[in-house]
Each structure stands twice: as structure tokens, then as C-alpha cells.
């Protein structure tokens, strides 16, 4: 992902998404944590920090949450839960080096490596309701600035067509 004249591998952008959320929602305070988890709620684009690459450049990290697909009422402890389902998958993964993959648009009118969706997900299930975490970064086009977005995606795309005929 180009960021100015810099460039972040896979395994860099997943580090960065670790590092991030861990320190948002997992090293910070519940107060602290469950504060940005009610920003991001209304739908705001939140500055949470900023980044210092190796050529002295500044990145500003934004966050944002879709919950659209997500089943269920969300609240702040299930959120957690997904997110510390979506580290232990990144973190697993990023122990190989180069394992993480990301997925990006395909489409003749997406501006080719603008979002970055790491293939890693947090799923969780509360009650009868199952759910699934990913994370995107996409780098600003006119700023230097990565928006991560934690992105509730409908599980029925990852359940098997096994599972589905059991029903």
C-alpha cells in the first residue's frame, strides 16, 4: 500500500492493524475503549493516532465501523469479543511470515489498491446469532492519512455448502 513515497507490505499493514486495535481495545481502559466503541457506532471516521514511518513522514490512522451486516444487538462486549477474535486470527497468521493475504476491488470503476481487506476474520457467536470481523486499510488520496475499518461481514459467506444443507 503506497503511503507517499512509501510502500507497506501485507505483513506490515496486518502488524499495523495488530498493533492498533490492541492498543485501542484491548491495552486501553473499558472507559477509553468503550468511549471510541460509541464514536465509531454513530458511524464516524475517528483520528486515533499517527504514525511515524521510517522516512520521518506522518500518517494519521483513522477508524471507522460498519456494523451493517452485523446479526444481533450490538454492544461494547461483544464488539470486544470480536475484536480479540480478529487479533488472535491476525496475529496466528502473521507468525508465518508472508501468510497474510489481502483482498482487493476487482472492479473496472474501484481505483485498483485503494483498500487493502486483510483475509483474516474475528468470528463470534452470542447466542444463536454467529458474526464475522474483518479489517481494511485504505490509504487517503489526499492526505497522508490509512482509514482501518472494522467490517461486520454476513457469516453466511463462510459457512460450506455442507453446513448449509445440514438446516
Not at 17 to 45: C, W
Not at 52 to 76: C, H, I, P, W
Amino acid at each position: 500500500m503506497p503511503t507517499g513515497n512509501s510502500t507497506l507490505t501485507n505483513d506490515q499493514l496486518g502488524r499495523l492493524a495488530v498493533n492498533l486495535l490492541h492498543k485501542a481495545f484491548i491495552e486501553a481502559t473499558r472507559t477509553v475503549s468503550k468511549r471510541l466503541f460509541r464514536q465509531l457506532e454513530t458511524g464516524d471516521e475517528v483520528a486515533v493516532t499517527q504514525l511515524e514511518l521510517d522516512d520521518k513522514q506522518t500518517v494519521q490512522l483513522l477508524m471507522k465501523l460498519d456494523a451493517s451486516e452485523y446479526r444481533g444487538d450490538l454492544n461494547f462486549s461483544a464488539f470486544r469479543d470480536s475484536v480479540a477474535a480478529l487479533l488472535t486470527e491476525l496475529v496466528t497468521t502473521l507468525q508465518e511470515e508472508g501468510a497474510l493475504r489481502t483482498l482487493q476491488a476487482t472492479e473496472a470503476n474501484a481505483r485498483v489498491g485503494e483498500t487493502h481487506l486483510l483475509a483474516a476474520m474475528g468470528p463470534t457467536q452470542h447466542g444463536a446469532d454467529i458474526n464475522v470481523l474483518m479489517v481494511s486499510l485504505s490509504p487517503s488520496q489526499v492526505q497522508p492519512a490509512i482509514t482501518v475499518s472494522l467490517l461486520y461481514m454476513n457469516p453466511d459467506q463462510f459457512t460450506s455448502s455442507e453446513t448449509l444443507g445440514e438446516s
